[in-house]
């Protein structure tokens, strides 16, 4: 059984940087896109960053200019470097994988931004 876990999270003041790692337990096979989503008290899960087999990234709005992903293929690792981080940014950032068989989630690391 594939377990997503997540690492990194804390607290941070506003401006400051945080990395989040996510890895996989077993290999993972025929990966198409890992990503980082996040979710606020009261706020629906959503997308913050995606990355593909081949490596293009996209982000969300709120996202760009201070969130950079990264993948490793061989390690099945995705990393999430946040940089700027603002109040707003508070919430449980879960990773994702989508492979030609399955989603996996992870349970979420807490990343908590104080003004």
């Known amino acids: 059984q594939v377990q997503l876990v997540e690492s990194g999270g804390g607290l941070v003041q506003a401006g400051g940087s945080l990395t989040l790692s996510c890895a996989a337990s077993?290999?993972?096979?025929?990966?198409?896109?890992m990503a980082w989503y996040r979710q606020a008290p009261g706020n629906q899960r959503e997308l913050v960053a995606i990355?593909?087999?081949?490596?293009?990234?996209n982000y969300a709005e709120s996202a760009k200019g201070r969130f950079t992903i990264s993948r490793d293929n061989d390690k099945n690792t995705v990393t999430l470097q946040m940089n700027s981080l603002k109040p707003e940014d508070t919430a449980v950032y879960y990773c994702?994988?989508?492979?030609?068989?399955?989603?996996?989630w992870g349970r979420g690391t807490q990343v908590t931004v104080s003004s």
């Open positions: 990355i593909t087999s081949g490596g293009s990234a």
């Open positions: 994702n994988v989508v492979s030609s068989m399955w989603s996996y």
């Open positions: 077993t290999r993972i096979f025929n990966i198409s896109s």
